[in-house]
């Protein structure tokens, strides 16, 4: 394990949504779809960028609870913002025990590239303008291989009703969905044409109000434990997974087990696998592929060392704090939208345990946390900052073994959710007859069925 600080990730929606039934506060909203002038104009700041981090804190004060989304600037198309960071406040969420939903909130993934039309709370804080309407996801389209900027739509579970009239022919075009290039272009020539008006408006609306790169409380919040990033990628620029698992098929590591430090470790190594192949509502499994004398292969087959074969470690005069490495290598040529973010496909995952902190490895339990939490590398995951997370960047030592927690959970079903749900009635699919049925006579048919879940 390495300490790296990890980034983050909003929980689905559909997940919150069941969540907050047992405590919390909803609101809905009725929007109409504002006018690009209108956004253009209104936004104290127009951003494009990628989502790296995303947690969650409870305002005591208000009693309110915020989800905190840090983004890395890629461009400040308006707005006086020189850092490459940038926080924003958002409310609702989920903190331990409790959360909100405010319907038609944006809702944010990690990796996510996004477009934004930014203002400001009273404090200065950012959140997004108009709620999701100020929201555009950037994708490419995979017939041209452009990227087009798309308006977030509201999660057709939110039942929230919408009163979507576009902006009459008075107020201006309403873009839902454009080429990137042509909307900026847009937005350039829009925003200069209408330079005075929006100088006015932000002299009028914003004069005393601040643009903060990040919220007054942030800092001291994710210091202190009270605002909880969650799960994070293990690339968040470059988000990485396996593709099998969505046709059905496992992801499969080879052990080489030269050098491994107690003989019954491939127990631990088949636990730490198990450990993420049986999560409701993900439908990775990661299974062993056997024994091997390879190190990495190039054919593409996985692999866990121990021998140090791949020269990642170096000899270290004390017993090394660094016991284990995971990852894996991708490939861009390969895409697939998934929870809304563009994942490269992985092609070659890697676990190597370091021979020289081996005199640290006391029990069978820490090692199948450390395999359970490389294994979570070599997945797709990288480090929560959630404390309680498996993926949390230190080792527990707990007694936890091949476990997983709620946060790793959250993450490895975000990376593969199940999506054949598998609807509509129960329905026998098979075609063969039934046997005639004999008093007395015992047979066995197999039967195959679809559906009913
Ligand atoms: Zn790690």
């Not at 959140?127 to 929201?135: E, P, W």
Request: charged letters at 20%; a neutral charge; proline letters at 5%.
């Amino acid at each position: 394990m390495k300490n790296r600080f990890g980034e983050a990730c909003l929980r689905s929606l559909a997940a919150l949504a069941f969540l907050i039934c047992a405590v919390s506060a909803t609101e809905a909203t009725t929007f109409t779809v504002p006018a690009d002038d209108d956004l253009i104009i209104g936004a104290r700041a127009i951003v494009r960028g990628r989502v790296v981090s995303i947690g969650t804190g409870l305002d005591e004060r208000q009693n309110r609870i915020f989800t905190y989304v840090t983004l890395r600037i890629e461009e400040a198309i308006k707005g006086r913002i020189t850092g490459r960071r940038l926080t924003l406040k958002q409310e609702g969420g989920q903190v331990a025990g409790r959360g909100s939903l405010i319907f038609g909130s944006p809702q944010f993934s990690p990796g996510e590239r996004v477009l934004l039309y930014l203002d400001t709370w009273q404090d200065g804080s950012f959140r997004v303008h108009q709620m999701f309407l100020g929201k555009f996801s950037i994708i490419e389209d995979p017939e041209t291989g452009r990227d087009m900027v798309v308006r977030s739509a509201l999660d057709s579970n939110a039942g929230v009703v919408m009163a979507q009239s576009h902006a009459d022919k008075a107020r201006g075009a309403a873009t839902d969905r454009s080429e990137l290039k042509a909307y900026l272009k847009m937005v350039r020539a829009r925003l200069q044409a209408n330079r005075e008006v929006a100088a006015s408006f932000e002299a009028a609306h914003y004069s005393r109000i601040p643009m903060l790169a990040e919220p007054p409380e942030y800092r001291e919040g994710v210091g202190g434990g009270g605002i909880q990033p969650q799960f994070t990628l293990i690339a968040p620029s470059i988000p990485t997974r396996w593709f099998e698992p969505d046709s059905g098929q496992p992801v499969t590591f080879m052990v080489n087990l030269e050098g491994a430090p107690v003989p019954g470790i491939i127990d631990d190594i088949t636990a730490s696998m198990a450990a993420w192949s049986a999560v409701p509502g993900c439908n990775l499994r990661v299974t062993s592929g056997g024994a091997t004398s390879e190190c990495l292969n190039r054919g593409g087959g996985n692999v866990i060392v121990f021998n140090n074969c791949d020269g990642r470690f170096a000899p270290t005069p004390g017993c090394s704090s660094i016991i284990a490495l995971g990852g894996l290598s991708w490939d861009t040529s390969q895409s697939r939208v998934v929870n809304g973010t563009t994942f490269f496909r992985a092609v070659l995952g890697f676990i190597s345990f370091n021979p020289y902190s081996y005199c640290s490895f006391e029990s069978s339990c820490n090692i199948r946390e450390i395999a359970t939490h490389e294994l979570g590398h070599a997945l797709g995951l990288g480090h929560s900052q959630h404390l309680d997370a498996t993926m949390f960047g230190g080792a527990h030592f707990d007694g936890r073994c091949a476990s997983i927690r709620q946060d790793d959970v959250n993450g490895i079903t975000f990376l593969y959710p199940v999506t054949d749900t598998g609807g509509g009635p129960l329905a026998i699919t098979t075609g063969s007859q039934l046997p005639v049925a004999r008093r007395s006579a015992l047979y066995v048919q197999v039967l195959e069925a679809t559906g009913g879940r």
